[in-house]
């Protein structure tokens, strides 16, 4: 059973950055980050393979955010530069059994308990 542990959520202003990492108790494949806003479904943000070779992006976050994993230590990062009110929500990193990528939450099996990230304008 891997767990999962956010940390680096916050408050930052509209044009600002923050960095969200995670890490897992143990060896995750395929990663992901989603998010959720109260009375909305979650939402897929980022995910990254195993090896790290492909990527793939929410349109929303396109170009404004990056995700990286260090397999060495279990961990994934999301780097979220230009952040934007809308941007504001629970993030959840996620993981799933498989080492290909997808941007389908029911198909990743361990979740943190998320990370509050709150952009104001």
């Known amino acids: 059973q891997v767990q999962l542990v956010e940390s680096g959520g916050g408050l930052v202003q509209a044009g600002g950055s923050l960095r969200l990492s995670c890490a897992a108790s143990e060896r995750a494949f395929g990663m992901g980050w989603f998010r959720q806003t109260p009375g909305k479904e979650r939402e897929f943000v980022a995910a990254i393979s195993w090896r790290g070779l492909t990527t793939y992006f929410a349109d929303s976050v396109k170009g404004r955010f990056a995700i990286s994993r260090d397999n060495a230590k279990n961990t994934v990062t999301l780097q979220m530069n230009s952040l934007k009110p809308e941007d504001t929500a629970v993030y959840y990193c996620?993981?799933?059994?498989?080492?290909?990528?997808?941007?389908?939450?029911?198909?990743?099996?361990?979740w943190g308990q998320g990370a509050q990230v709150t952009v104001s304008s």
């Open positions: 996620a993981a799933r059994d498989g080492v290909a990528v997808t941007t389908v939450h029911k198909d990743y099996r361990y």
